[in-house]
């Protein structure tokens, strides 16, 4: 007995594909979110689309990722470094500005309260000296405001304001300010509470100054402090300095700080670019001519120049590529020979083999007149004799499939009746060995693009070997079509498979168990030869098993003969498998739904006994053929068949079903 398994394929939409064994994944909220809400997918798949090229891109280019890197790098470095000037400029600006503008309100402010002293020490004897007293004591404020803005030349403003405890009605405690300056915007209400509130301190504050006429608005620093005029009634005096000329400062360091981070992050990726650059040539050279040896265009070398570390891996690269050049030839030398060698001797074979069978035949139909030592004699050579020409025909197929020369003659058939066939060639095996060969999903017609001959061979394979190691108990065959692929599953409830097995079940003359008889006498080639027809369909052969628990073989063909599969309608691993039984039983404890898990959970075919056998469901002799043009695609690519040859050499591959392919 020979079982194994195909690698897994990746499935499709309207296919039904494998997954591996193992826990379930947990998805995020947003994975199900997006399965739950059909707008959302579709909004996703919007974005996504456009971006599919670039993330490509992406992926693909190292050079893109290192340059791009290299950029966002000394980009956060040069912003990291601008903000940190910028920082320390901006302090430095501001700590001079207020040191000069203190030192300067502290002037004025002494100024003024000299001022005030000296024209409230000022006596009046007679009533001229009494009323220009009152004069001076009603301009005293706008005097002393023009008096010290006329030093500032721009630099500062002057504004007078009487306290907040005041009554500003009089125009001699009015508001005076100085270079057009909007006192009431300019000082806020906060640093007049503030100095209202304190103790003859002086206040600072960075206020935005307006004016009264059409000049812009500016930044600036106000210093206030609480005084005395010439009669004695509290008031404000502030000093606005504004921060034009720092803020002209500021931005001209920060033109000069953006140029040369610009400048330098554009260095930073033409130094990254040409630096790999250096690096990702010689790797990208070596990756074509990796791939061009993969094509097999085994002459391809690179070309090394210098002798620094990408010479010598260059140079290494190159030695292995002529070793390997080498050591394939050498293998297609020998494999050629060996072929050659498999299908001479089977041809040459053939000739004495002939004259053995006439003679085994003449022993054979005259072993009655022998003893009966000798007449078993005569009939294990005609059983050996018909091993041995099995064996040679499985040779010259197994020559033909290594040799590329095998022709696939597809036409639309009915996996329907090709099952059909193979059970009756089965019956009599299954018959001796008690089991009882069910077939479900025969309802609807099967119809595929196939080479009847083939498939017929690779399901008699399957079935035999189903029967054969099946203990005894039932085969189900399965059929099922979905999409743009039909499959038919064999199951038993046999010894199975034991683990790692399933790897190498189609490897030639292999066996699970080398100690167990070979009932039907096959020769070990037949799942070999299995796969290389299912692949030769374009298709897959795959097995499933696990001790005690039989097995499942499944094969997958495409519907029409150019098409390629993206999964099988009919899933590997059974549904009553022992894996699948438990899993059921575990969610119906979840739910607490008992009624649920029975109907899903399958007891184990048991064996029937031979008198309780029902009939087989077998499909009707008198199907109708396929319309190829009900088949998806054109029916134009089916390869015509010569007249009565399909039904030839089925009837020679049926010859003796017992043989075991």
């Known amino acids: 007995m020979t079982r194994g398994s195909a690698a897994p394929m990746p499935g499709g939409p309207g296919v039904r594909t494998e997954r591996a064994a193992g826990p379930r994944r947990r998805t995020s909220r947003a994975g199900r979110l997006l399965r739950r809400s059909p707008a959302l997918r579709l909004f996703a798949r919007w974005v996504r689309r456009p971006l599919l090229p670039s993330l490509r891109l992406w992926r693909r280019n190292i050079q893109l990722r290192v340059v791009v890197g290299s950029l966002l790098m000394s980009l956060g470095v040069v912003l990291l470094l601008g903000f940190v000037v910028m920082w320390q400029v901006r302090n430095g600006l501001l700590d001079a500005k207020q040191e000069a503008a203190q030192s300067q309100a502290a002037g004025g402010f002494d100024v003024a309260e000299e001022k005030a002293r000296t024209v409230a020490g000022t006596g009046a004897s007679d009533s001229s000296e009494a009323r220009a007293a009152a004069r001076n004591s009603t301009n005293w404020r706008t005097e002393l405001v023009e008096q010290l803005a006329s030093g500032g030349r721009q630099a500062f403003h002057v504004v007078a304001l009487s306290a907040n405890s005041d009554d500003e009605s009089s125009s001699n405690r009015g508001p005076r300010a100085s270079g057009g ?50 009669s004695g009634q509290p008031y404000q005096l502030y000093y606005l300095f504004p921060l034009t000329q720092e803020e002209e400062s500021l931005s001209l360091v920060k033109t000069t700080l953006a140029t040369a981070g610009v400048f330098v992050v554009v260095l930073f990726g033409g130094i990254a670019w040409l630096v790999v650059r250096q ?94 030592v000798t007449a078993r004699s005569a009939e294990l050579l005609a059983g050996q004799l018909d091993r041995f020409e099995s064996l040679l025909a499985d040779l010259l197929e197994i020559s033909r499939f290594d040799a590329g020369a095998a022709a696939l003659e597809a036409e639309p058939i009915d996996l329907r009746e090709v099952v059909r066939r193979v059970i009756e060639g089965a019956e009599p095996l299954a018959e001796r060995k008690g089991t009882r060969i069910r077939v479900t999903g025969d309802e609807q017609p099967v119809v595929a693009e196939a080479d009847a001959r083939r498939v017929e061979r690779v399901l008699r394979n399957l079935v035999v070997n189903a029967v054969e190691h099946g203990e005894g108990r039932d085969v189900v065959v399965r059929l099922g079509a979905a999409g743009g692929a039909v499959a ?169 079903i017992t043989r075991g392919h």
């Open 181 to 230: 300056v909007n006192q009431s915007a300019s000082v806020p209400q906060e640093l007049r509470d503030a100095i209202d509130q304190g103790t003859g301190k002086a206040y600072k504050a960075f206020v935005r100054i307006t004016y009264t006429d059409a000049q812009d608005p500016e930044p600036g620093l106000v210093i206030g402090k609480q005084l005395n005029d010439n």
């Open 279 to 372: 690096v990702v040539t010689p790797v990208r050279m070596a990756a074509g001519v990796a791939e061009r040896l993969s094509a097999g265009r085994l002459q391809e070398r690179m070309k090394v120049t210098g002798e620094d570390d990408i010479a010598r891996l260059g140079e290494a690269f190159n030695k292995m590529a002529q070793n390997l050049q080498v050591k394939i030839q050498q293998l297609e030398e020998l494999s050629r020979l060996q072929r050659r060698f498999v299908s001479d001797v089977s041809h040459e074979l053939r000739t004495p083999l002939t004259t053995v069978r006439m003679a085994a035949d003449v022993i054979h139909e005259a072993r009655g007149d022998f003893d009966p």
């Open 488 to 656: 038919v599953a064999v199951r038993d409830y046999g010894v199975g498979l034991k683990p790692g097995e399933a790897t190498r079940v189609f490897n030639r003359f292999w066996r699970a168990d080398p100690a167990r008889a070979r009932t039907t006498g096959g020769t070990g080639l037949g799942l070999s030869i299995a796969v290389e027809d299912a692949r030769l369909h374009g298709g897959w052969l795959q097995a499933w098993g696990e001790p005690g628990g039989g097995s499942q073989f499944r094969l997958t063909l495409p519907r029409t003969a150019d098409e390629s599969l993206r999964g099988s309608p009919i899933p590997l691993e059974p549904e009553d498998s022992r894996r699948a039984r438990e899993r059921a039983e575990a969610d119906s404890r979840i739910t607490g739904d008992k009624r649920g898990a029975g109907a899903n959970r399958l007891a184990t075919v048991p064996a029937q006994p031979r008198a309780e056998r029902s009939p087989l469901p077998a499909v009707p002799r008198a199907a109708p053929a396929a319309d190829p043009t009900a088949l998806p695609g054109s029916g134009a690519r089916v390869v015509a068949r010569p007249a009565g040859d399909g039904d030839s050499s089925s009837q020679a591959e049926r010859k003796d």
